[in-house]
């Protein structure tokens, strides 16, 4: 499905951009309230896991978000809970030896010094899925493709019934997919139960300056998502891509799954590397 | 449906009988017919909308839209006036003792235009019949406007007119008075057209050389027609030259066009052939960059017709159009288009009654997919069917009452996709979304009555039908559009089955001979819809139908007006009120996904919409300087469940203020220059009021749907046409067009985005894209 919109895309854009052409404007917005903001992973892998509470800004506020201090944050799975500590403003830590189990549910609760939109206690739910197989990944150069362009490409058997899966990657032990923006977040709607066989989940184009070189080393995050975590990260890169007339449906918030109108995402996944050298 | 068919049949074997066996017809004094078909005395093309006039009675009719007309009179001497913008006026002494066929070729006004004379004859009509936010255009106007690349466009130039809206900048989709752009029944010779775009929407479907006539219903759509709410675009094709082979073209700066019409064997068939291909792919290789030059992109449109005329009483048309648009590179494929073919058989039963009987293919389908060969390689594809029925009558009872009466059945099937890997090597497998088989059928009966000299009433209704039929699963939700069940059907099984009964009403009253007011009401009721939620669409935007879940849309509209006709200038002005309320409206939830998702409508929400506007239109149709300017206010409100905390917010296409300017003025017998200028608010857009971060990434907060304004958008194009020097009997005549798109230049925001600076991510900013700058154009036409 992703991949079809792309293409289209891809078609699209090639025709507009033989005309199109862009300006900076000025354009003054309204603010609209003020809401929190949540972002918090937990994983399958060593911790400390970060919980990050902040409130929304006006659009064109420069900087990073207001933070949140002094709120109660804690991670119950049904029979332990724990009490996360702000190491930073705003940035609450897992105490040290906490990790994740696949199959479990985590339950974030999280209560506030002050109220933010009419109320101090928000709560997120996350269920982490199974491990699903993944054998390895290898990376193509596509000289053709768009002035040049990288791809990585992934092998695994998929299991039957939905899955998702979330791909980030690392370049000689750098993050490359360093925002939103570039990660992958896909669905198995097209290749359920299949092998891959190599299909292409991330990109890297040469006009955007981002480079591999005969050598690195590549790693690449595959992450087992749940599919309403997946539908939000591809919805939220919607969001965030060029929008037009055609193919671009009214801009909407994306709902993550903090309780009373929280946004951002409390998200729980086993996560998995395969690395390959480029050659 | 077996039985629904019976009935209809019986319907219209019953008609067909009485009315054969000449049932007495009102009164008892002995009246005779006068009937006939009025053409283009060159060509022999059946001209639509003449007046015809009895000079001593000052009664008279139309001819319809295959140029028949028929009236019944008192026996006598009469002189009949035939008359037709463009045409010279053309008058026919009669001695009425029995019925008479009178058939009459008009003469195009000659070359000498300083001297037209503005006849009254056809602007009376207009003022006196009982019809109303319609407007006719015919080919010779629309070729005079300015066009994007020198392309004459249809749908282009009806977006000029008060009420018709652009859907975007550059795209063939309009919006009338409100409504969404699948609320337009878009007919080329009476098939639907599902998608009327090609390339992204910049050009449209309909290739003007091989177009006689075009008309648009804005509302007070006639009864014969249905299936949508907001509007009728009908087009009607040339019949064929028949009585020489003659040919028409032209060499454009992105496209040529060519056709050729003229007598088969005998002035009594006549054929037409018409294709239009567009080249700016064959320019692609002579670009420097590689991603362009390895790229196909054209499209094409192929229109041909054959009428044949077995006797008075039987005439037959076959016409057929094809169109593609396809596009190739090394990663990408896609390719879609339109079929249509209608055949068509004229028969008059008697002087009095005239029918058409029809048969109509109609498809649509599209294929999307990537090169062979690799793990991500797929193919997808989409279509649509339509089978068509129906059948039309046409009663000229006396000259104060025409009845109309018929029926239509159209069976659709949606295959809204099947998508496979393609190759060995591909990790995708077989994915087919179910397909839906429907039934819609309508029933009307109207009558156009003239009371005294003044009033003159149209009214009717509709009955119109639409059956779900099996194999189908229907799925059911919960009050949170969660999916909750699902029930199967069995192949044939008509499983849901919705009535919905459409009055329509108009009427006209002559205040003077110069002026009328108008008023109509019309209800209108759709069965089938596009899974549409961006402001002007892609062709991968799919059709489907209502369902148990889904509830037909309908829309109730009145409108009151006022006509005026200053005879001594030839402008014609009218002003037009409307309000409309339409139930059952639909719109997608925020982030919907609509392709490839079986549980489509559990995306839609319903509610109900609103419209109101005011439309000004002076026009003048002859002499040197003609053209138009039209002002429309409107406003376009919905409220739907869900959707913007269940407020009401603006219509994708509420644009309050719009102004057109269209003029041609012929500066010489050889020259003539054109020009147009529209002014527009700003579409309603959703811009953000907040900041989140996520992931690393600044993310747009919203509050209300369509709460802000995309920048007023305005525009100016121009065009000069050459001639060469006029002479009589020329054989091969031709023009040249220089044209000139947003002659100023003006930058229209197209799409606003908000980005983040590269260096600084956190800084943020808006940024519009703009599609033409200035755009130039030639255009070389010849005809012989």
């Known amino acids: 499905m992703k991949e079809m919109k792309k293409s289209f895309f891809l078609i699209a854009s090639f025709i507009f951009t033989l005309f199109s052409c862009t300006e900076k404007i000025d354009l003054d917005l309204d603010t609209s309230s003020v809401r929190l903001v949540v972002e918090a992973n937990l994983t399958d892998q060593p911790g400390p896991y970060l919980v990050r509470i902040a409130t929304t800004a006006p659009y064109y506020a420069e900087g990073l978000l207001p933070v949140v201090s002094e709120a109660v944050v804690t991670i119950s799975d049904g029979d332990t809970t724990v009490r996360l500590v702000e190491l930073e403003p705003g940035d609450y830590y897992t105490p040290a030896g906490y990790t994740g189990e696949p199959g479990k549910t985590y339950r974030l609760a999280i209560r506030l010094k002050e109220e933010i939109a009419g109320t101090k206690d928000y709560s997120a739910v996350a269920v982490m899925p199974q491990k699903a197989p993944t054998d390895s990944c290898n990376v193509i150069y596509e000289p053709d493709l768009f002035k040049g362009m990288w791809q990585i490409r992934w092998y695994a058997q998929d299991p039957s019934g939905p899955n998702a899966y979330l791909f980030r990657a690392y370049r000689n032990g750098q993050p490359v997919t360093d925002s939103l923006r570039r990660w992958s977040a896909i669905d198995d709607q097209f290749f359920d139960g299949n092998y891959t066989m190599g299909i292409g989940v991330l990109y890297f184009f040469k006009n955007r300056r981002q480079y591999i070189y005969e050598g690195d080393t590549i790693v690449l995050e595959v992450c087992n998502i749940t599919s309403e975590y997946q539908k939000f990260v591809m919805f939220l890169k919607d969001e965030v891509q060029s929008s037009n007339p055609l193919f671009s449906p009214p801009p909407a918030n994306v709902p993550g799954n903090i309780s009373n109108g929280g946004l951002g995402y409390f998200a729980a996944y086993p996560v998995q590397y395969v690395q390959t050298v480029c050659r | ?784």
């Open chain 2, 1 to 784: 449906m077996r039985r629904l068919i019976i009935i209809l049949l019986c319907f219209y074997l019953l008609t067909d009988i009485s009315v054969a066996t000449g049932v007495p017809v009102a009164g008892g004094e002995t009246r005779f017919k006068i009937s006939g078909y009025v053409t283009d005395k060159s060509n022999g093309e059946f001209l639509t909308g003449v007046t015809v006039l009895v000079e001593e009675t000052w009664v008279g009719t139309s001819t319809n839209v295959y140029g028949f007309y028929s009236l019944s009179l008192d026996p006598g001497d009469y002189n009949l006036r035939f008359s037709y913008i463009g045409y010279e006026m053309t008058e026919i002494k009669v001695s009425l003792k029995a019925d008479q066929t009178i058939n009459v070729g008009l003469n195009t006004k000659g070359l000498n235009l300083s001297t037209v004379e503005i006849k009254a004859d056809r602007a009376t009509e207009q003022l006196k019949s009982p019809e109303m936010s319609t407007i006719r255009m015919n080919v010779k106007t629309i070729r005079q406007i300015p066009a994007l690349m020198g392309e004459v466009d249809i749908i282009k130039a009806l977006q000029l007119l008060p009420g018709v809206q652009s859907a975007s900048e550059g795209t063939s989709g309009f919006s009338v008075r409100g409504g969404g752009l699948d609320q337009n029944l878009i007919l080329l010779d009476e098939a639907t057209v599902y998608n009327a775009s090609h390339f992204m929407g910049f050009f449209s479907v309909f290739n003007n050389d091989a177009v006689k006539d075009v008309q648009i219903y804005k509302g007070d759509i006639p009864v014969s027609y249905g299936g949508r709410l907001a509007s009728l675009l009908d087009v009607r094709m040339k019949d064929g030259n028949n009585k020489k082979l003659s040919g028409t073209g032209g060499i454009g700066t992105i496209a040529s066009r060519f056709t050729l019409e003229g007598p088969l064997g005998s002035e009594n068939t006549t054929f037409i052939v018409s294709g239009r291909r567009t080249y700016a792919d064959l320019f692609l290789p002579l670009s420097t960059d590689k991603n362009i030059r390895n790229n196909t992109l054209y499209f094409y449109d192929f229109n041909a017709k054959i009428t044949h005329k077995i006797d008075d009483n039987n005439r037959i048309f076959i016409s057929g159009y094809m169109g593609r648009d396809v596009f190739d590179n090394q990663y990408a494929y896609m390719d879609f288009g339109n079929q249509t073919i209608t055949g068509r058989w004229n028969h008059l039963f008697s002087k009095s009654l005239f029918n058409n009987l029809t048969l109509i293919y109609s498809a649509y389908d599209y294929a999307i997919g990537t090169p062979e060969g690799e793990a991500n390689s797929f193919i997808w594809k989409s279509e649509m069917r339509d089978l068509n029925l129906k059948s039309d009558f046409t009663w000229f009872l006396n000259p104060d009452n025409m009845l109309k009466f018929g029926f239509s059945t159209v069976y659709h099937e949606f295959n809204p996709g099947r998508a496979k890997g393609l190759g060995e090597e591909s990790a995708f497998k077989e994915l087919n979304m179910p397909s839906a088989y429907s039934l819609e059928s309508g029933l009307y009966a109207g009558n156009e009555q003239k009371i005294g000299a003044r009033l003159a009433l149209r009214y009717g209704v509709r009955l119109s039908v639409f059956q779900n039929i099996g194999p189908s699963t229907v799925y059911t939700f919960d009050d949170g559009y969660k999916l909750a069940d699902s029930v199967k059907y069995g192949s044939g099984d008509f499983y849901k089955t919705y009535f919905r009964l459409e009055p329509r009403f108009s009427a006209t009253y002559s205040l003077t001979e110069s002026s009328s007011l108008k008023m109509s009401f019309s209800r209108t009721a759709q069965y089938i819809q596009l899974a549409q939620n961006s402001t002007a669409g892609t062709p991968l935007d799919v059709w489907f139908p209502v369902s148990p879940n889904l509830e037909p849309q309908t829309s109730d509209m009145v409108a009151a007006g006022y006509f005026h006709n200053f005879k001594s200038t030839g402008v014609e002005f009218s002003v037009e009120a409307y309000y409309k309320r339409m139930e059952n409206t639909i719109d997608f939830c925020d982030n919907a996904e609509l392709i490839f998702n079986r549980y489509l409508e559990g995306e839609v929400r319903t509610g109900h919409s609103w419209a109101y506007g005011l439309e000004l239109l002076f026009r003048k149709n002859e002499g040197r300087l003609n053209g138009w300017l039209g002002y429309t206010y409107s406003v376009a409100r919905r409220k739907i469940e869900t959707i913007n905390n269940n407020e009401p917010y603006a219509a994708p296409y509420d644009k309050p203020h719009n102004i057109t300017a269209v003029v041609n003025y012929e500066v010489s017998p050889r020259v003539t220059i054109s020009a147009n200028w529209v002014y527009t608010t700003g579409a309603p857009v959703t811009f953000p009021t907040a900041r989140a971060i996520y992931g690393n990434q600044v993310v747009p907060v919203y509050s209300g749907r369509n709460a802000y304004r995309m920048p007023d958008y305005h525009r100016l194009d121009l065009s000069l046409t050459l001639k060469p020097k006029p002479r009589e009997n020329r054989k091969f005549d031709y023009d040249i067009n220089f044209s000139l798109y947003n002659a100023y230049g003006r930058k229209n925001a197209w799409a606003i985005n908000f980005k983040q600076e590269k260096e600084r991510p956190l800084v943020t900013y808006a940024e519009m894209t703009y599609l033409f700058g200035v755009v130039p154009a030639v255009t070389f036409n010849f005809k012989f």
